[in-house]
């Protein structure tokens, strides 16, 4: 589903919980390559590549049927022109509001003819179960369950402009009763189609966002969710008296005067509301994937977010990592429409699913085929930025999909809907059920898929530097600020400073931090006691630890630390505090000298003076101290007294760049791959299918193209496009070819 509300979010993945995972319940998950520990450099994956039956080598195809669309009579003809084109697999919105018609009544028909025409048609069906839309006789039966704003607004059933049909966003489940209903749902939807030769699986959690609202108003307020956090806070704490010294409330007299906060003013409580409805959304994923393993351990467990973990995780509970560890098959929606064409946002919102997914497939669950129109977020983009989609685009977006890892692909529509606001949009099918040149171009490289099994035995290489996600510092961005902006961009733009190099970074958690020689950490401002225990045992070890400015400033619950760095930081960082401000609105053009190279900085800044071992390598225009480097134990840091990753997502700076590559070196680390045309990019994937060196150029001339690649990548004497059969020349360790515009090249390395 695109989500047709205004705001998703992410989730935090530092929840410790033994969940039932792919291969531990069913018989899907196999591991066929070694992992990968520590902190040498390795061309293979850093986790265990997870092999699962997928019901063909490549699942391709659509969001077929949602109820209200497409119209009957097409049904049959859309089926066989699917699997003409070379599609494999339909995923369907069993609705509970369109099932469960009245108390005890369901209406099955119209998706049991969608499961038999599949069969028919050799495709095969993933049922996303959607409890998330309620019947319309619930809402009227259990008023005390709908939404709940902290605004004491109520939500009332609303249609869907994704699926056209009514009971959105349905009722909250922390009311027992209603939550009872929603598992009779679910038991009846297993029990009637657990037995269907086109069942593939399930997908239980449509973009794996909560409906938590915004701030001013947040959900969810009814009473059965006041009593869910109020047992959430006996769990965490233990005693009322805890909560009242943490919260700064001292007269609560019993558990049922604490209510969830209204506004966040309050550092304590925010975060621990914010946290309350992480573990409680995940605490329902968890009861949805038990209920389905139980009642049908044969098919797969499947769910897709939005790769949101960097912006909508306090909001929409989005989190890579905590959703794809539960299920056998993961995925993701995106839509350039929604996001821009810039190349670095795609591959960075699939290199975030691959990092959670950790060796499991992932699938491009809801892609783009066609175009999308009169959307707000489209105002003022030029018709080319996704607006309107051509053949060429598919094809390029397409392959920095496969090129990203992605294990299948599915269109968010295989053809429009025909009612609401999202008519018209995403389908690369036309709005009659007729093939287009976009149809087209989709089947010629899904099928191209389906027919090169070789290729999808071997993955992408990890990374040459680890972006550490720190849920807590997202989270407090957002209580702190009302947005996580300063997060995203301070992420995304320390991405882009290396993307832009075509130096590979990779997202991780930080229980996989060891995996990295260099990890970057960025928007450090909060950081729990363990997250900076788990970094100084990092550069003890060896690790090279690069930090943006105010690392733990705010500690445990928001709080500020007296001695600056925080949390003895001051001593692994050879670095104390001698000035700090915040004022982020005069800081867009913050400039600051590190290692010779002028840089933007962003939103606050911290001066230092040095400590220890700590050596100044870097200055503001004032004559401070603006960055220091330092060694520990047998590793070293570089702490930056401002955020440059904010600083490069605005400006996007030569010289940062030039410091970014050179962090790299500080760390004794070689690139896998060498361009000197930035605008294009290359990544290797290698494992049991063998070395294939995947050339993407998403712009719109044919670019010669040279790339270097590593010596531990191995040594090579022959190589064969199996995309467009260009002419590839290999000499030593370069590679040259020539890639048309919105093409690829996919170089298979003997």
């Known amino acids: ?74 049904w049959e003809r859309d089926h066989q022109t699917a699997s003409r084109l070379g599609m494999n697999t339909f995923r369907h919105w069993f609705m509970w509001s369109a099932l469960e018609v009245a108390p005890g009544k369901w209406d099955w028909a119209d998706y049991d003819r969608m499961m038999d025409l599949a069969a028919q048609n050799n495709i095969k069906v993933i049922i996303a179960t959607l409890d998330t839309a309620a019947p319309e006789w619930a809402f009227r039966k259990f008023p005390n369950a709908r939404y709940k704003a902290s605004d004491d607004s109520i939500t009332h059933s609303s249609v869907s402009a994704s699926s056209g049909v009514g009971g959105f966003p349905g009722l909250c489940l922390d009311n027992p009763e209603v939550k009872a209903l929603a598992e009779n749902f679910h038991t009846r939807l297993i029990e009637h189609y657990h037995n269907h030769p086109a069942l593939l699986g399930y997908d239980l959690w449509n973009e794996t966002t909560y409906n938590g609202g915004r701030p001013g108003k947040t959900n969810c307020f009814c009473d059965a969710s006041k009593k869910k956090l109020q047992q959430w806070l006996k769990t965490k704490y233990g005693s009322l008296d805890k909560v009242c010294k943490t919260w700064h409330r001292p007269s609560f007299a019993e558990w049922e005067d604490i209510e969830p906060p209204r506004d966040f003013s309050g550092y304590p409580e925010s975060l621990d509301w914010l946290q309350h409805r992480i573990d409680n959304a995940y605490d329902l994923f968890d009861w949805r994937i038990q209920l389905y393993r139980k009642l049908d351990p044969k098919h797969l ?336 840091t570089l702490l930056m007294g401002s955020f440059p990753g904010g600083g490069y997502y605005l400006h996007h700076g030569k010289e940062a760049r030039t410091l970014f590559a050179g962090f790299l070196k500080t760390a004794g680390i070689t690139p896998r791959v060498t361009l000197a045309d930035d605008e294009v990019q290359a990544r290797v994937h290698q494992g049991a299918g063998g070395t294939y060196l995947w050339i993407t150029n998403p712009t719109r001339t044919s670019r010669a193209v040279s790339v270097a690649l590593a010596p531990e990548l191995g040594t090579f004497s022959a190589a064969e496009d199996k995309w467009g059969n260009l002419s590839i020349k290999l000499t030593g360790q370069q590679v040259v070819v020539s890639v048309p515009a919105r093409d690829a090249a996919v170089i298979a390395l003997r």
């Open 301 to 636: 467990v499947t769910c897709h977010g939005v790769a949101g973990t960097l912006e909508s995780y306090p909001s929409a509970v989005h989190n890579e990592w905590m959703a794809a560890k539960r299920v056998d098959v993961y995925g993701l929606t995106w839509v350039q429409s929604r996001h821009g064409t810039e190349s670095w946002r795609q591959w960075q919102s699939f290199d975030l699913t691959r990092a959670g997914a950790r060796g499991k497939p992932f699938w491009h669950a809801e892609a783009q085929g066609g175009p999308l129109w009169m959307q707000p977020q489209l105002i003022g983009k030029p018709r080319e930025d996704g607006r309107v989609t051509e053949p060429e685009d598919v094809r390029i977006w397409n392959m920095i999909s496969f090129a990203g890892g992605a294990r299948g692909l599915l269109y968010c529509r295989y053809r429009p809907l025909l009612d609401g606001p999202l008519f018209g949009a995403f389908g690369s099918i036309g709005m009659d059920g007729s093939v287009t040149p976009r149809a087209e171009m989709a089947g010629k490289t899904l099928s191209w898929a389906n027919a090169h099994p070789e290729i999808w035995k071997s993955r992408p290489v990890r990374g040459d530097v680890g972006l550490l996600f720190v849920p807590e510092a997202e989270l407090f961005n957002y209580v702190q600020q009302l947005s996580t902006d300063f997060y995203a961009e301070s992420m995304r733009g320390a991405y882009q400073a290396f993307f832009d190099q075509n130096i590979q970074p990779d997202f991780v958690a930080l229980e996989h931090i060891d995996e990295y020689e260099l990890i970057y950490l960025a928007y450090p401002v909060m950081m729990h006691p363990e997250t900076v225990g788990k970094l100084k045992e990092y550069v003890t070890k060896g690790g090279t630890l690069v930090c943006e400015g105010l690392p733990a400033y705010f500690g445990e619950h928001g709080h500020v630390g007296q001695v600056q760095p925080n949390y003895g930081l001051d001593e692994l960082f050879g670095a104390r505090e001698t000035y700090v401000e915040f004022l982020a609105d005069i800081h867009d053009h913050l400039k600051m000298e590190v290692n010779g190279n002028t840089i933007d900085g962003r939103y606050f800044f911290q001066e230092y003076e040095t400590k220890g071992s700590g050596k100044a390598v870097g200055h503001y225009p004032s004559g401070t101290i603006a960055a220091i480097e330092n060694q520990t134990g047998k590793g070293r």
């Open 1 to 74: 589903m695109i989500d047709d509300r205004n705001e998703i979010t992410r989730r935090d993945f530092l929840l410790s919980t033994a969940m039932i995972t792919a291969s531990s319940a069913t018989g899907h998950s196999q591991p066929i390559l070694g992992a990968f520990i520590g902190h040498e450099v390795n061309p293979a994956p850093a986790v265990p590549a997870t092999e699962v039956d997928m019901g063909s080598v490549f699942p391709a195809g659509g969001v077929y049927f949602r109820k209200s669309n497409p119209p009957t009579e097409d």
